[in-house]
């Protein structure tokens, strides 16, 4: 069966610092990948999502990045990161073909 | 534009009774419908989907979707309420016109059982 993991589970950063949060899906190949934030625990918003290796489509212009090194792994950064950048981070995944997205546990991110 | 409405914030429901969350949405063609579930500080689960077929979908947890195309709803319901459904709920949905695999979420519709 297939498993999607992130780390860390909670983040404390202050402004300014670089942030590098991962994901990793097992038990499938060739996954689409999703990058979400949700704020205040009500609606999620698509930031990145990957249809393969090095190819990342960005739908918000924001001080974050991604990148998918390799097929089951996608990484979210920055450089320097903002007061409203915490948020609720939750990275997804799909089977090609079949839109239903499994969602990973989350990583709480808390700038101050 | 296309999109997806939950137009209830909160739906308190007795235990024990039947729960109706609904779901609008906006979209050109046959839509994909998706449900999730999200209890606090976890990920969304991925709870049924409507492709094509019964418009009477069946989930996970007792849970059950019907989809109405003249209405454009896909309205969650389930018989009898247990106080563990109280979570945050969102309804999906895929236009066919996508050239990719992204999906539309409402906004949610945070659900309280009481018992």
């Known amino acids: 069966s297939q498993t999607i993991h992130q780390w860390p589970a909670t983040l404390v950063q202050p402004v300014g610092s670089p942030l590098s949060l991962e994901c990793t899906v097992e038990g499938t190949s060739n996954p689409n990948l999703y990058w979400y934030r949700q704020a205040a625990g009500r609606g999620l918003q698509l930031l990145f999502y990957s249809v393969g290796i090095g190819q990342i489509s960005s739908e918000v212009p924001q001080n974050l990045s991604a990148s998918r090194p390799q097929d089951r792994q996608f990484i979210l950064s920055s450089k320097k990161l903002l007061l409203s950048d915490s948020g609720f981070y939750l990275c997804?995944?799909?089977?090609?073909?079949?839109?239903?997205?499994?969602f990973g546990p989350g990583t709480r991110l808390t700038v101050t | 534009a296309q999109s997806v409405a939950q137009p209830e914030d909160q739906v308190n429901v007795a235990e024990g009774n039947p729960l109706t969350v609904k779901c609008t949405y906006s979209v050109s063609g046959n839509p994909y419908l998706f449900w999730y579930v999200q209890y606090p500080n976890r990920g969304l689960q991925f709870l049924l989907k409507y492709i094509t077929g019964d418009n009477l979908v069946k989930g996970s947890y007792g849970f059950e979707a019907e989809f109405n195309k003249s209405q454009t709803s896909f309205h969650l319901k389930k018989p009898s309420a247990l106080v563990s459904d109280s979570a945050l709920y969102f309804c999906?949905?895929?236009?066919?016109?996508?050239?990719?695999?992204?999906?539309?979420f409402g906004k949610g519709t945070r659900l309280h059982i009481l018992p």
């Open positions: 997804a995944w799909s089977p090609r073909s079949t839109y239903e997205q499994y």
């Open positions: 999906a949905v895929r236009p066919p016109s996508n050239r990719d695999d992204k999906i539309i």
